[in-house]
Every structure is written in C-alpha cells, then in structure tokens.
C-alpha cells in the first residue's frame, strides 16, 4: 500500500472515530438530561419539573428595552422568560440612567438561558475641588474662573458652626462627578458659634472687657456690674465674671453677665442712688452732683424718657472716680422724632445687630455703612451719625477680605 492510500485510510479512520464519540455525547447528554428530569420531578413534581426542565431552553425574542430603567428593562425580561442579566455603563450626556441597548439586540432570537447585557447611560462628570474650611469668596472664585461654573449655578446658604471659622466652607452638595453647565453646587457656609466661650476677663479693664463682650454679640442690657474693695487687683480691673470663664454663653437667651470690679484698696466714697423714674436730666444732674464723670454715664432707649432701670443697683457702694453706669430709659409714646433723642456714643463698641435692634425698636431708621479696618472688631459699631431721621452706622469689616456686612438699611415699624 503506497504512503497516499495509507493517509487516505487513515483520514477515513479519523472521521469514522469522531462520527462515533459525537454519537457516544448525544447519548450521555440524552441520558444525562434524562437522568436530570427524572431527579426534578421526583423533588418537586412532574408538571413544575416538565416546565422548568423545557422552558429553560426555549428561542426566545429579546424584547426592546430601550429608554428604560434598569429595574423596568429587568422586569420586562423577566416577562419574556429571561433570567440572567448583566449593567454595562457607558458614559452619556443625555438621557442619563436609562437603558440605551442590549446584546442580543432587540428582536434577536436567543435562549432564554442566556445572560442579557444592558448598557445604562450614566453621565460621569468633573470632579471639583473641596472647599471645606476655605473661604466662601475664593471658593466661588474657584467654580467660577478655573470650573467655569455658571455665577447663577452657585448657591451659598448659611448656618452656625462652632468648628469652622466665619466666612468659611462647612460643606458642599456636590463634588465628584459634576455636570459644569447644568448642576447647582450649593456652599453652605459658617455664620460662625451661635454659642460662645466667654473668655477670662480677671484683671483686666473694666472697659476693655465692657467692648470685647459688646464686639461677640452680648447685649449691654445683659451686663451687671458691681465693685468689691481687692488688694490684689488694681482699681478699674475686672475681680471675676460670671458665668464661668470657657462657659458656653447662648446670646440668643441674653443670659445675666454678672462682673465684679474692683475698687482697690481705697474705701467707696458714694452710694449710688436710686434713678427709677427721674428724667435723664435730672438723673444726670443727680450723678454729676456725685462727684461722677459725666463721661462715665451713659442711656438706652430715648433720652427724652424716664429712666427705667440703671446697671448699678441704688446703694451700692462705688468708687465715684472709677464708676461706670448706663442708664435704661423708657421710651415715650408721644416722642416725635425718636433720632434726636438717641444718644450716639451709646452705639459706638455694640455689635451691628445688637445696634440695628435697639434702633428699630425705639423708632429709629437705619442705615449700616461697612467700613474696611483691622482697629476695630468685625462687625462692630465705629462710630453713628445722624442723617436727618435716620441714623447711619459704621461698622468695622476686615481689610483682607471682601465686606461680609452689605450696605443695607432697616426701616422702624411706625406701629
């Protein structure tokens, strides 16, 4: 037998032996099938295992799920007898977490056993900086010129924080996967603590302490002052404050601030008498007669009223050279012009708001005017003026950022 005829045998031998193991499968696969079937109907019964065992290879038509979600696409597979499938995403930038095809495509003719694959539509976005802790004008600067960020897709809203400074950055809505023309990145930003640690006055000016509690918001109605004779602390300085030095103090509930000054080692000279009910004339009149600086002495509420209480009670005994008193007057229903019974000097050293309220409160309008200085506290009165009924303040913002108290004006109710 020559080398051809030999391969050609050989060949015949090959196709013969391969037409027999494919037969030999589809035996075993028959009888394993088989073997399957008759294993699920007697577990679970004949008619389930009869629909499981043949529905679980049926051509099925993949159904068209575009536009869908992903929880609509599943259920309508599922409909068609489908019961695997897997979520691709793409990156889109419209008709975001809807279904944009499958594989099979729609209309395709496959087992129903076969895993489907949905492509979802997601949009992936920039990513921005975090702005915690930064200030709210270079975070805006930063939207707007390096994210190019729409001005009016920038929303900054505020609220109390003990941790994080004034002007600054709590939080944010939005920093990853941003959309730069349609999102609204909302800046939610420090009004700084609501509550506030009183700080340690001992030894310290009675003045200095006076200006530094009117500069965080506390209302002078809220300080009561009384003198002790103290051979350790000079006269005119601060013995103790209470609350407690480090105490949180809440300015919304105008809690008592009680000081105790101290008068030295020299013996008080006057008592001081009681004022309820004098004009300020002559509770004026009454004090410098004392032996009290006139400057010592300063009104709350309208001048041209009756003094209503006095932050130093009657008889308590003072230092006439180192006294300092405030006189609260009532205010007259019959005043006419409330401004020019306003006792300017009062309002230097108070903090805008505490400012602003009295005024309106007494019938008073106001017009705030920022004033860029590093001398003066933030938000504190400098000086006020009077601009025929209305009275302007000009109030002290740093100069190493923009103004956070806007020119703005408040109107007294005439009621």
């Given at each position: 037998?020559?080398?051809?005829?030999?391969?050609?045998?050989n060949?015949?031998?090959e196709?013969?032996?391969?037409?027999?193991?494919?037969?030999?499968?589809?035996?075993?696969?028959?009888?394993?099938?088989?073997?399957?079937?008759?294993?699920?109907?007697?577990?679970?019964?004949?008619?389930t295992a009869?629909?499981?065992?043949?529905?679980?290879?049926?051509?099925v038509?993949?159904?068209?799920?575009?536009?869908?979600?992903?929880?609509?696409?599943?259920?309508k597979?599922?409909?068609?007898g489908?019961?695997?499938y897997?979520?691709?995403?793409?990156?889109?930038?419209s008709?975001?977490?809807?279904?944009?095809?499958?594989?099979?495509?729609?209309?395709?003719?496959?087992?129903?056993?076969?895993?489907?694959?949905?492509?979802l539509?997601?949009?992936?976005?920039?990513?921005?900086?975090?702005?915690t802790?930064?200030?709210?004008?270079?975070a805006?600067?930063?939207?707007?010129?390096?994210?190019?960020?729409?001005?009016n897709h920038?929303?900054?809203?505020?609220a109390?924080?003990?941790?994080i400074?004034?002007?600054?950055?709590?939080?944010?809505?939005?920093?990853?996967?941003?959309?730069?023309?349609?999102?609204?990145?909302i800046?939610?930003?420090?009004?700084?603590?609501?509550?506030?640690?009183?700080?340690?006055?001992v030894?310290?000016?009675?003045?200095?302490?006076?200006?530094?509690?009117l500069?965080?918001?506390?209302?002078?109605?809220a300080?009561?002052?009384?003198?002790?004779?103290?051979?350790?602390i000079?006269?005119g300085?601060?013995?103790?404050?209470?609350?407690a030095?480090?105490e949180?103090?809440?300015?919304?509930?105008?809690?008592?601030?009680?000081?105790v000054?101290?008068?030295?080692?020299?013996?008080p000279?006057?008592k001081?008498?009681?004022?309820?009910?004098?004009?300020?004339?002559?509770?004026?009149?009454?004090?410098?007669?004392?032996?009290?600086?006139?400057?010592?002495?300063?009104?709350?509420?309208?001048?041209?009223?009756t003094?209503?209480?006095?932050?130093?009670?009657?008889?308590?005994?003072?230092?006439?050279?180192n006294?300092?008193?405030?006189?609260?007057?009532?205010?007259p229903?019959?005043?006419?012009?409330?401004?020019?019974m306003?006792?300017?000097?009062?309002?230097?050293?108070?903090?805008?708001?505490?400012?602003?309220?009295?005024?309106?409160?007494?019938?008073?309008?106001?017009?705030?005017k920022?004033?860029q200085?590093?001398?003066?506290?933030?938000?504190?009165?400098?000086s006020a003026?009077?601009?025929?009924?209305?009275?302007?303040?000009?109030?002290?913002?740093?100069?190493?950022?923009?103004?956070t108290?806007?020119?703005?004006?408040?109107?007294?109710?005439?009621?």
């Amino acid at each position: 037998m020559s080398e051809k005829q030999k391969t050609r045998v050989n060949k015949e031998k090959e196709v013969k032996n391969k037409a027999e193991r494919s037969k030999m499968k589809s035996v075993f696969s028959y009888i394993g099938k088989s073997l399957l079937f008759i294993v699920l109907a007697a577990g679970i019964g004949a008619g389930t295992a009869t629909y499981l065992f043949f529905r679980s290879s049926q051509d099925v038509i993949v159904p068209d799920v575009a536009n869908l979600t992903k929880a609509q696409a599943a259920e309508k597979l599922s409909e068609k007898g489908f019961n695997s499938y897997k979520v691709v995403e793409t990156d889109a930038a419209s008709n975001i977490n809807k279904i944009s095809r499958s594989n099979p495509p729609a209309g395709a003719i496959t087992k129903n056993q076969n895993t489907i694959t949905l492509f979802l539509n997601v949009y992936k976005g920039t990513d921005i900086s975090n702005f915690t802790g930064k200030t709210a004008a270079d975070a805006v600067n930063t939207l707007t010129n390096d994210f190019q960020i729409p001005k009016n897709h920038i929303k900054i809203e505020y609220a109390y924080n003990t941790s994080i400074a004034t002007g600054q950055v709590i939080k944010q809505n939005k920093e990853k996967n941003v959309n730069l023309e349609n999102d609204t990145i909302i800046l939610t930003v420090s009004k700084g603590a609501e509550l506030i640690k009183l700080e340690n006055p001992v030894d310290k000016p009675f003045t200095d302490v006076q200006a530094q509690l009117l500069s965080v918001g506390i209302s002078a109605n809220a300080l009561h002052v009384t003198y002790q004779n103290d051979s350790s602390i000079a006269i005119g300085n601060v013995i103790s404050i209470s609350p407690a030095v480090n105490e949180w103090y809440d300015l919304a509930k105008n809690t008592p601030i009680n000081l105790v000054v101290s008068n030295g080692t020299t013996v008080p000279t006057i008592k001081v008498p009681n004022l309820t009910g004098n004009s300020y004339a002559q509770a004026l009149a009454t004090l410098t007669g004392l032996g009290i600086d006139p400057s010592h002495i300063s009104y709350s509420g309208v001048q041209t009223g009756t003094v209503q209480s006095q932050t130093i009670p009657a008889n308590q005994l003072v230092d006439k050279g180192n006294v300092y008193l405030t006189l609260n007057m009532t205010v007259p229903k019959s005043a006419q012009k409330p401004v020019d019974m306003i006792d300017l000097n009062s309002l230097k050293g108070l903090a805008v708001q505490n400012a602003e309220n009295l005024l309106v409160t007494a019938g008073v309008s106001v017009q705030i005017k920022p004033q860029q200085t590093n001398s003066t506290p933030e938000n504190t009165v400098i000086s006020a003026s009077k601009n025929g009924d209305t009275i302007d303040l000009l109030v002290a913002v740093p100069t190493n950022n923009p103004p956070t108290v806007p020119s703005s004006s408040s109107t007294a109710n005439p009621n």
